[in-house]
């Protein structure tokens, strides 16, 4: 973790920025730019994007406040902050569905990871041709099918374990600190080419004008898992981060800076991926590899396309790493702060549970493609139980913990700095807490479990 300062031999990040940028930086990745597309392409365009961004500003931001909240409070990992702020209670056993949840999303996540870089390596090597419909779909599945996505999955995982073991992550932010403004401008520069295809109109009718009839139980569960995911919520990662927060960050505008950027990202993917699909005659409804079909047609007709896609897919990769490096914190700062191992003891034990779980759901995609659990492939199952149970879940307890246990006098300090600032949405946010974000969870569990019907 990026050591800047010492306080009670913790590390704390020297300025508001940097609280900031790694925050922004874990929840940017592959949740906008893959799985936000793929989302909103199988639950009808517009409908979840409505669904989508109400929860990430209506659930998501209370919730993001909440576990700044207990994390800066408490300087500790996730079951350890439920500990210090309820000593002897059980509240610290929903640490435990975050350190799980925090486990399977790194299980799939490093495999989609894995073809960013394959993806990167073959554009640079101009092994790519997506001249029409049948090669995209053709070359995707060659290069993710059989062993191919083993390795890569496993290439992925040994620079996540190499940059958390050398302590290089301070490296790695501060190279995001460049790179992500430039995948930023990448996308908008995409964004633009969006407008001179074909498929412009209908691509943007799609993601933004909404069925409202289309709203149903998935669609609701698929927009409140997709918008814990894309915010990194739920599993305590941003608990664990805002632990290394300095007493000056403030935190109720750096969650509702990290939402609205992280929206920003994933409406911009949108822009970029529907009118392609549209343009080139491919289904909305492809799921996880539509991303990787699409974009490729979209370099195919820029100039220099080979130069495009190869720098997109490396600084993907590289959006990936920061995302993939808070994931592991949580369950590295656990295992040195709960089971008193070394650092370097808890990074080598959470990477090799990486690495089983990786394996895995690479494997989903060759020999164990017709393994199936309730129709779940590994890679499947994990991505659904993650996002559309355990981080919902646990933004649901974490949101009810700071609400109704957390001392509101505790609250007041962490949002006013001690006093320092002024925050005058303080009740609201209790509001929020206690009744609007767990009554609109749990109707929404109700609701896909069949109990509850809209
Ligand atoms: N928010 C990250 C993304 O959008 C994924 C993530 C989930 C990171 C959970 C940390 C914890 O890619």
Request: net charge positive; proline share 4%; with cysteine.
């Amino acid at each position: 973790m990026t050591t800047h300062q010492k306080n009670n031999d913790r590390a704390v990040f020297a300025t508001k920025f940097a609280a900031i940028a790694t925050t922004v930086g874990s929840a940017i990745g592959l949740g906008n730019i893959w799985r936000f597309p793929y989302e909103a392409g199988i639950h009808g365009g517009g409908a979840f994007m409505i669904c989508y961004l109400a929860f990430v500003f209506i659930i998501g931001v209370p919730v993001l406040c909440a576990e700044f909240c207990m994390g800066r409070q408490t300087r500790s990992n996730i079951t350890g902050a439920y500990n210090k702020l309820a000593p002897g209670s059980k509240w610290h056993l929903a640490g435990y569905i975050g350190i799980l949840a925090s486990v399977l999303i790194l299980s799939f996540y490093s495999v989609v990871a894995g073809w960013t870089i394959e993806y990167c390596v073959s554009s640079m090597f101009g092994s790519l041709d997506f001249s029409d419909r049948e090669t995209g779909h053709e070359q995707f599945m060659q290069l993710t099918t059989g062993w191919r996505p083993v390795v890569w999955t496993v290439v992925f995982l040994l620079c996540n374990f190499y940059i958390l073991m050398r302590g290089v992550t301070k490296g790695i932010e501060r190279a995001s600190y460049i790179l992500m403004p430039l995948l930023f401008i990448l996308l908008v520069a995409f964004c633009i080419n969006s407008f001179t295809l074909p498929g412009f109109t209908e691509g943007i009718t799609f993601l933004f004008s909404p069925d409202f009839s289309k709203i149903d139980a998935s669609v609701l569960l698929g927009a409140l898992g997709q918008a814990f995911f894309s915010l990194s919520l739920g599993l305590g990662c941003m608990t664990t981060y805002a632990s290394y927060f300095n007493n000056n960050s403030r935190l109720g505008k750096t969650a509702v800076m990290t939402a609205t950027l992280d929206s920003l990202v994933a409406i911009l993917a949108g822009v970029i991926i529907f009118p392609a699909v549209f343009s080139f005659g491919l289904s909305p409804e492809a799921g996880p590899t539509l991303v990787f079909e699409v974009l490729p047609f979209i370099f195919n007709q820029l100039p220099g396309g080979v130069v495009w896609s190869t720098l997109f897919f490396l600084l993907l990769f590289l959006a990936s790493l920061t995302s993939t490096i808070s994931m592991s914190e949580i369950s590295i700062t656990f295992f040195c702060e709960e089971k008193r191992m070394s650092r370097k003891k808890a990074t080598i034990v959470s990477s090799l549970i990486a690495l089983f779980g990786g394996l895995l759901c690479a494997l989903s995609f060759g020999p164990l493609s017709n393994f199936t659990i309730f129709g779940h492939t590994f890679f499947s199952l994990f991505d659904y139980l993650s996002s559309n149970i355990c981080l919902p879940l646990g933004g649901m307890i974490c949101s009810l913990f700071v609400g109704w246990v957390v001392d509101k006098r505790v609250i007041r300090n962490q949002f006013t700095n001690g006093g320092k600032e002024k925050f005058p949405f303080l009740r609201m946010l209790v509001f929020c807490l206690r009744w609007v974000c767990p009554t609109a969870i749990f109707l929404i569990f109700l609701n896909s479990i069949g109990i509850l019907t809209l």
